[in-house]
């Protein structure tokens, strides 16, 4: 049987208490404006570009797509940091998306508005002890999602985001892989459930959706009977059993246009809001429950170390160049590799190739 190795997740180091010291203020209106104005004029001096993630704040997200740049999921922001022709990339979102920026385009500096900012999956699974998680278990093709340090990357043969696993974990599975997963319980499980596949579990989770509570949430429910539940599968089973859809960011946007709804109970972060609502003006969206009325947990429904991230801070990296983001080139080439195998997996999956003929049969060479 296996064994799975236990571990501390409530070390000091998933703490949020030191992230919610560090959320900036909200600028003024006039202050939000010079801000603005300085970062498009540094972007252009020194030929960067900004990448934003769906739960940063929302002037992040309109300031990336007005300058050139991209708000998207990771996935998306990997693609776009690899392919854009700029030399300097400013990463709004937490720490692993600009280590794996970095990875891909080791000849570019990557920065980013604070270097603290960080994600509990992440600290939430230390190389060391994923390491030794991954040796007790030589037999198993090792998949990790995207919420992970280079080092764990470069400990695994597939990576994945929530936007592609269940088609990389399904096509693993039919080639005959036994999988240790990495570290999402939720999303794991989800996958699982799913796909039928041979999974061994890490056991960490994400602060934000891990506080979704599915009896708060069947009650607003009641309350909006014709709302359609959109859920993102890092979110607990019990809360992925009550959605009218489940995935990635991207996938809760598409649903939310196309589905013949007007009103859209959303359980993942709430950062999402801002995009959801400017994309479907006629439709309404509700913040997913969390733990319910009696709730203190301050970081309910938003990563405090997305919250971390600011237009005063992308100024400040892009005049000083502070922040910058460093891997060890010893370690690129090996966490380059499962990036790279996803990226050419959904590359040929959205031009409608075989994307399985990709994946080795198991015991193949």
């Known amino acids: 049987m296996d064994k799975v190795i236990e571990v501390d997740y409530e070390q000091p ?17 006039q202050e939000r404006a010079a801000l603005k104005d300085k970062i ?45 022709a700029a030399q300097t990339l400013v990463v709004s979102g937490v720490r692993f998306m600009g280590e794996t920026a970095k990875i891909l385009s080791p000849e570019k500096t990557i920065l980013m508005p604070d270097l603290d900012a960080n994600c509990s999956l992440d600290l939430g699974c230390p190389v060391d002890d994923f390491a030794a998680f991954c040796d007790q278990h030589p037999d198993r093709t090792v998949v990790v999602y995207a919420n992970t340090s280079a080092a764990v990357k470069a400990r695994s043969d597939w990576l994945v ?9 399904s096509a693993l599975k039919d080639k005959g892989h036994k999988i240790l997963w990495a ?16 999974m061994l579990m890490w056991q960490g989770s994400c602060i934000v959706h ?10 607003l429910i009641q309350q909006h009977p014709g709302a359609k539940v959109l859920v993102h599968p890092e979110s607990p089973a019990e809360v992925v059993a009550l ?9 809760i946007l598409n649903a939310a246009r196309t589905m013949d709804a007007k009103e859209f109970i959303v359980a993942t972060d709430n950062g999402m809001m801002h995009k959801l609502r400017q994309l479907n003006p006629g439709k309404t969206f509700i913040e997913a429950p969390t733990a319910g009325n009696s709730a203190t947990c301050k970081s309910c429904a938003h990563c405090p170390w997305m919250a971390m991230n600011s237009l005063a801070g992308v100024a400040r990296v892009l005049e000083t160049g502070l922040n910058e983001i460093h891997v060890d080139p010893e370690l690129i080439p090996r966490a380059r590799q499962p990036i790279d195998r996803m990226l050419a997996f959904t590359a040929a999956h959205k031009a409608g190739q075989d994307a399985g003929a990709l994946v080795p049969n198991i015991g193949a060479a």
């Open 13 to 29: 180091a998933c703490t949020t208490r030191h992230a919610w010291a560090r959320v900036p203020e909200e600028p003024s209106q």
């Open 40 to 84: 498009r004029r540094l972007l252009k001096e020194k030929n960067a570009v900004l990448v934003s993630h769906y739960y940063v704040h929302p002037d992040l997200q309109d300031l990336a797509e007005e300058t050139g740049g991209i708000v998207s999921d990771s996935l998306e922001m990997a693609r776009f940091g690899r392919d854009h």
């Open 161 to 169: 985001t929530s936007s592609c696993a269940l088609e990389i974990v």
């Open 183 to 198: 570290p999402d319980k939720h999303l794991g499980g989800y996958i699982q459930r799913e796909t039928g596949a041979d």
């Open 210 to 219: 891990d506080e979704f509570k599915a009896f708060e949430l069947e009650a």
């Open 243 to 251: 959605a009218d859809a489940v995935g990635s960011t991207s996938a």
